[in-house]
């Protein structure tokens, strides 16, 4: 066997590979443009299909079920658009940025069509239960990047010993999730809610920059309500 045909022969199992993995980021990206174009009522092997332009065989082929492709398109969905802002979320040095990062990136989402999307999702997952650990794992994505902000941001004031950046990621993602479904049948009500945390930002903001003495005043009245409360 000549050392053209050896060659040839070892380096197709890595060909393969290259178009399989090529196949399924076409699946996964035809799988996100359904369901935020049609919605998860539409979306089957076919239309996912034809909006990868691939064979619907390869749909199971790949992923065994449209449920499982949707279920992976979501977390893809999330990876990708997580790793978008990554580096503007390690940019944030206070509440007040992270509040106007998530404005712009609200207007964003609407703009591609997201929104909707995770509408589609906490929706279907009533009826595709193995959609709902994926929107999860996604939320999560998300939590996860804001409480490393959080935890960086609160660090030296006096907020950092009395909230806890785990459960309030949480509270921020999911006031981000409801703010963003709120918007589509109440506008003026979300703007509202922004602005009004975009406020309470300035509040935090403006206790950060009291001189060491009032610091120490505000963090002794935050503990000792603290005591109150527990």
């Not at 909006?51 to 999330?78: I, K, P, T």
């Not at 999702?121 to 990047?145: M, N, Y």
Request: with cysteine.
């Amino acid at each position: 066997m000549s050392g053209d045909v050896k060659d040839r022969r070892a380096g197709e199992p890595r060909g393969r590979d290259a178009r399989s993995q090529e196949t399924r980021e076409k699946l996964l990206a035809g799988a996100l443009r359904t369901l935020v174009e049609q919605g998860i009522t539409k979306a089957s092997a076919r239309t996912v299909a034809a909006a990868a332009g691939v064979n619907q065989a390869l749909v199971f082929y790949h992923f065994g079920s449209v449920d499982e492709l949707l279920a992976e398109a979501c977390r893809y969905g999330a990876e990708q658009r997580v790793a978008r802002h990554r580096e503007r979320l390690a940019a944030v040095g206070s509440l007040t940025e992270l509040l106007a990062f998530g404005r712009e990136l609200h207007e964003e989402e609407r703009a591609a069509g997201h929104v909707a999307f995770l509408g589609q999702l906490l929706a279907g997952a009533q009826a595709h239960p193995r959609l709902a650990p994926a929107t999860v794992a996604g939320l999560d994505l998300w939590i996860a990047e804001i409480e490393q902000v959080l935890v960086r941001v609160l660090a030296g004031t006096p907020f950092a010993e009395f909230t806890d950046p785990a459960g309030l990621a949480r509270a921020v993602g999911a006031s981000f999730v409801g703010l963003e479904l709120y918007e589509g049948v109440d506008p003026a009500g979300a703007e509202a809610a922004f602005t009004a945390l975009e406020q309470l930002g300035a509040l935090m903001a403006a206790v950060e920059e009291l001189n060491p003495v009032a610091r120490k005043a505000v963090a002794y009245t935050l503990r000792r309500q603290s005591a109150r409360t527990r």
